[in-house]
């Protein structure tokens, strides 16, 4: 149950990154900013669930490292 939580906060945690990465560049650009299948297909988007998967494998490293220390 804690394994299924935590891949549920992750998957949170991408979608949020690239729904505030999306919201970010939709003001730069000057281009309305929804919530619909235009912003998930957006490269901005995916920039930002990139920028989560980033975050998790960091996350996971320093927890393995430190459990080596």
Do not use: Q
């Amino acid at each position: 149950m804690h394994t299924l939580i935590r891949m549920l906060a992750r998957l949170v945690l991408v979608i949020v990154c690239g729904l505030v990465s999306a919201l970010f560049f939709s003001y730069e650009k000057g281009s309305p900013f929804g919530m619909n299948i235009a912003t998930f297909k957006s490269r901005y988007f995916w920039l930002g669930a990139v920028t989560g998967l980033i975050f998790i494998f960091a996350d996971y490293r320093f927890a393995h490292l430190f459990l080596l220390s």
